[in-house]
T-cell receptor, first 112, second 113 residues
Framework: NAGVTQTPKFQVLKTGQSMTLQCAQDMNHEYMSWYRQDPGMGLRLIHYSVGAGITDQGEVPNGYNVSRSTTEDFPLRLLSAAPSQTSVYFC???????????FGSGTRLTVV | GESVGLHLPTLSVQEGDNSIINCAYS??????FIWYKQESGKGPQFIIDIRSNMDKRQGQRVTVLLNKTVKHLSLQIAATQPGDSAVYFCAENIQGGSEKLVFGKGTKLTVNP
């Protein structure tokens, strides 16, 4: 049982490049979400999904896209990377109605 | 601004002492609260939760207290160990609403040997 798996662990992008952060869970959780963590800012919700085919915006969605074609996967796309998107990104999942999220180990992204 | 915050950004204790980490929340409609522990370079880990119909809940060496009157949450760690050194976050949710959790900024706990 791998839990929540995020890839890559580290990434450096140039301004304007696009990329996809991968998130997969093997716990059959309906709910999945993406957070970014910046120093002194805690965790801020980017996008979330309550099931395959359903996504919604969180607190800081601008510059990011998501899709949920399967229960297991919830990729996060950066359309045109900006230095302000330098952060650590966490994916989390849970059963709907149970908010003890399981988090992945994070992706540290640097945009130069 | 964020509806969940913390009174102190850092806390330093001696090994074996008890630790108390505080959290204030501003949304009186929140009815579910969670504490997470985040070690350096790792994702947050669930520690303990509490619902608003309770004022205290105990786990293994941890106790969460909820005071709805002043909208205050605390995490008590008994006999703090070096392995407890981490950043601790509180998070809140409104049940029956969305699945979203709102996180506080975190308190860094350092345990001195």
């Amino acid at each position: 049982n791998a839990g929540v798996t995020q890839t890559p662990k580290f990434q450096v992008l140039k301004t304007g490049q696009s990329m996809t952060l991968q998130c997969a869970q093997d716990m059959n959780h309906e709910y999945m979400s993406w957070y970014r963590q910046d120093p002194g800012m805690g965790l801020r919700l980017i996008h979330y999904s309550v099931g395959a085919g359903i996504t919604d915006q969180g607190e800081v969605p601008n510059g990011y896209n998501v899709s949920r074609s399967t229960t297991e996967d919830f990729p996060l796309r950066l359309l045109s990377a900006a230095p302000s998107q330098t952060s650590v990104y966490f994916c989390a999942s849970s059963y709907v109605g149970l908010w003890g999220y399981t988090f992945g180990s994070g992706t540290r992204l640097t945009v130069v | 601004g964020e509806s969940v915050g913390l009174h102190l950004p850092t806390l330093s204790v001696q090994e074996g002492d008890n630790s108390i980490i505080n959290c204030a929340y501003s949304n009186s409609a929140s009815d579910y609260f969670i504490w997470y522990k985040q070690e350096s370079g790792k994702g947050p880990q669930f520690i303990i939760d509490i619902r608003s119909n309770m004022d205290k809940r105990q786990g293994q060496r941890v106790t969460v207290l909820l005071n709805k009157t002043v909208k205050h949450l605390s995490l008590q760690i008994a006999a703090t160990q070096p392995g407890d050194s981490a950043v601790y976050f509180c998070a809140e949710n409104i049940q029956g609403g969305s699945e979203k959790l709102v996180f506080g900024k975190g308190t860094k706990l350092t345990v001195n040997p």
